[in-house]
């Protein structure tokens, strides 16, 4: 049985949090500097909230690694922030959802070092503390000597993701994402029975849906190489065998199963993994509304309020990169 980690109303953080959260753009905002050209975009952002991350980025870097450096300097920023105001319980509920940026992390070390990039340091988020360990690891000269020690300070079992590794990136990389998701669904936070049963909705419709996305990209690529045993995530309503007794239905009756379990979803092919990477978006979009019970003081309000800040990140990474590759309006817009 798992520790029971009682967490604290903070009404004081929850003020902080309420008037920053009035600060964020919104989707609408967004939209509206579709109109302007790159560095126009990049100025209204330094006028509006983002002067130092743009200000210390701008004559550095250029074109995607500005806006990584940008937008994930100002998202270590905010976490730094949330973090700081939280009382000290408070602080393992935001450390085990900070655990997936970790594996975030990790990734950029793994693969900037397999592919020779060097200005890795643009795609990490964390504050220079939280940044120490990727930066030691990336100067390691052996691939391995970095992982293992990336693994073992993460608190992973090291001698696992190993053996995943040498399997493929891909294994490792859902090993990990893997393990995040149990952790989260075994930590046992009380608070007031209803804020964290929403979490626990959440997370474990999310592990549903990336266990269909992942089980319907197998059956499309027709990989007869991988078992889905192998990728299954563990802690979702839907168990193993929910998924294993699909095997003898065609990809078009795969989907409309998960159609019918998910929410059916209009104009996407049927042999296509798009229409599960939609319903995740969707999931996102609709998991703001568990977090709008949550009330004033609740420890889970930073969760909701890091919610909408990762989606604005996410919404400007999009329309940044979108200018910069000069995308016509309605495509953006698409994105978007």
Excluded: W
């Amino acid at each position: 049985m798992a520790k029971v980690i009682k967490l604290k109303k903070d009404s004081y953080n929850s003020a902080k949090l309420a008037v920053a959260s009035g600060k964020l753009y919104g989707t609408d905002k967004i939209k509206e500097l579709i109109n302007l050209d790159f560095d126009e975009i990049l100025r209204f952002l330094e006028e509006n909230g983002f002067r130092n991350s743009v200000d210390k980025s701008y004559l550095q870097y250029d074109g995607f690694y500005l806006v990584e450096r940008v937008l994930n300097d100002h998202l270590s920023n905010i976490y730094k922030t949330v973090f700081t105001g939280s009382s000290s319980k408070n602080q393992k509920l935001l450390e085990s959802y900070y655990l997936k940026y970790q594996v975030h992390n990790l990734l950029v070390v793994l693969r900037c070092k397999l592919s020779n990039e060097t200005e890795f340091e643009t795609y990490l988020i964390g504050d220079s503390r939280r940044k120490e360990k990727y930066i030691k690891a990336f100067a390691m000269p052996n691939i391995e000597d970095s992982l293992t020690y990336l693994l073992k300070k993460s608190g992973f079992n090291h001698k696992i993701a190993l053996e995943e590794y040498s399997k493929g990136l891909y294994n490792l990389e859902n090993y990990l994402y893997s393990s995040y998701y149990s952790k989260l669904n075994e930590l046992n936070f009380k608070f007031n029975n209803i804020d964290e049963k929403h979490f626990s909705k959440f997370i474990k419709n999310y592990i549903d849906l990336l266990n269909a996305r992942t089980y319907l990209r197998l059956k499309v690529e027709d990989s007869k190489e991988f078992n889905f045993k192998d990728f299954y995530m563990f802690g979702g309503r839907l168990v193993l065998e929910d998924f294993t007794n699909l095997d003898s239905k065609s990809t078009e009756d795969t989907l409309n199963t998960f159609n019918e379990i998910f929410g059916e979803l209009e104009g996407l092919e049927a042999t296509s993994f798009e229409s599960l990477d939609k319903r995740i978006s969707i999931h996102k979009k609709e998991s703001e509304g568990l977090f709008n019970s949550v009330r004033f003081g609740s420890p889970f309000f930073a969760l909701k309020f890091l919610f909408k800040v990762e989606k604005e990140m996410g919404q400007l990474r999009i329309l940044l990169k979108s200018k910069y590759l000069k995308l016509e309006k309605s495509e953006i817009e698409r994105l978007l």
